[in-house]
């Protein structure tokens, strides 16, 4: 009881706390789509440790996922802060010929830089398989930095960097990569574009 009272309480001190932050400093709610393409850290390093032994190379080095990967998904959520916003929604991503993932995501979002010019964005991503495929239960992590750019009133563009980590049922992959998202948000007075 007393944890739920406790959670309760910190939740309202967010929620008062971010309606008093000035309106122009947070989006508001936003959908966020965004595609991107990464290459497996895992096998390039697993393949210098093992170049010498002919068992890798038959066996091993033929089931592991391909040396790249490619992913679209959608995140819809909502900034509290003008530092901070929290997202959910899903994610496929193209592993391997028999790896199709579709994951649930969770992705809070830090912000840092200045508000009318550019905005350095800090996410970080858990994503669980909601999908069957040739894995089950697989999960993954991941870390994005960039950077956010506006184009109008409701539309900012994101672009940056990835590491994202995929652990499977009896192996795992590494990944690492290149982002770009679109976001639509809801308050018209974040970007510069929306000042009157």
């Not at 170049?51 to 790249?68: H, I």
């Not at 592993?95 to 579709?102: G, K, Q």
């Not at 499977?168 to 000042?195: D, M, P, Q, R, W």
Request: hydrophobic share 35%; proline share 3%; glycine share 8%.
């Amino acid at each position: 009881m007393r944890r739920i009272l406790f959670f309760c309480t910190f939740i309202l001190s967010v929620w008062s706390f971010a309606q008093s932050e000035s309106e122009s400093k947070t989006m508001g709610f936003y959908v966020s789509p965004n595609i991107q393409v990464g290459y497996n850290l895992g096998n390039s390093i697993k393949d210098n440790q093992n170049q010498d032994s002919p068992y890798y190379q038959q066996y091993v080095r033929p089931n592991l996922p391909n040396d790249f990967t490619y992913g679209v998904g959608v995140v819809v959520g909502y900034q509290f802060l003008s530092f901070f916003a929290l997202g959910t929604g899903i994610k496929y991503n193209y592993i391997a010929d028999s790896l199709h993932l579709l994951n649930w995501t969770v992705q809070p979002k830090f912000f840092v830089g200045k508000d009318n010019e550019w905005k350095g964005i800090i996410e970080l991503e858990y994503g669980a398989q909601i999908n069957k495929a040739n894995v089950d239960n697989s999960k993954y992590y991941g870390l994005k930095i960039g950077f956010q750019d506006s184009f109008s009133k409701r539309l900012n563009q994101e672009f940056g960097l990835f590491l994202q980590a995929n652990d499977f049922t009896f192996s795992n992959a590494t990944f690492v990569g290149f982002y770009i998202s679109a976001t639509i948000f809801s308050n018209k007075n974040y970007t510069i574009y929306g000042k009157d």
